[in-house]
């Protein structure tokens, strides 16, 4: 990839770098499961004829990368938009914000609010329901609800998951619908299921 910086999104090798220091900064889970979902965006945009597998790889891994501040609920995509953008990497920025709302719809997204002003609550409002979601948007939120910390599963697995983790509110619903929506949008252009180019998925969703 040439002129990373230019196309808003960090190298590889970059972000390899970004997520050994998250997790020098904030050791957890969340540092496995970025990688499987740069592993799978990668795995579905190699399949897709427009699609680059590398940009889909570097968004994947750091789509989480505001947790390198702490697990803080809703305000870690704040601060991964934040730390993108100071970096210049505006499309990872974009990714860090949009890949909790599969809906753009403000409600719907998993974890509490309460460690955001009500500034920070607007911009992230404003910014989700104005904003032009792509097909690397709609990859991440798909792998964002495909990765374990040890592996991809079947979606509806993970799903439950992170509603054990983070509880489940009425608005929940449209979200997992708009999964679903991504997960056939993403088959339709591949011309197959999306479990067919990921590895690991009857292992990971049927292992005790
Ligand atoms: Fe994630």
């Known amino acids: 990839m040439e002129n990373c910086l230019e196309q808003g999104i960090p190298t590889i090798e970059e972000a390899k770098i970004l997520l050994l220091e998250g997790q020098r900064l904030n050791p957890g889970p969340w540092i496995e499961h970025s990688i499987n979902v740069g592993k799978a965006a990668e795995s579905i945009a190699r399949n897709c004829k427009d699609l680059n597998p590398e940009v889909a790889l570097v968004l994947g891994m750091l789509h989480d990368i505001g947790i390198r501040f702490g697990v803080s609920y809703m305000k870690h995509i704040l601060h991964g938009y934040n730390f993108a953008m100071e970096k210049g990497y505006y499309r990872l920025a974009k990714i860090c914000l949009t890949h909790s709302f599969d809906c753009q719809d403000i409600r719907t ?100």
């Not at 911009?123 to 904003?131: H, R, T, V, W």
């Not at 374990?148 to 009425?170: F, S, T, Y």
């Open 109 to 208: 997204c998993f974890g509490r609010w309460d460690f955001c002003n009500d500034e920070e609550f607007s911009f992230i409002k404003n910014y989700i329901e104005s904003a032009e979601y792509d097909d690397y948007d709609r990859l991440i939120q798909l792998c964002d609800a495909l990765a374990l910390p040890n592996g991809i599963c079947l979606m509806e697995k993970r799903m439950v998951d992170v509603a054990l983790r983070h509880g489940i509110h009425e608005h929940i619903i449209n979200k997992w619908r708009a999964t679903f929506e991504n997960k056939k949008y993403f088959e339709e252009k591949m011309g197959k299921s999306i479990y067919s180019v990921l590895p690991g998925v009857i292992e990971n969703t049927f292992e005790m």
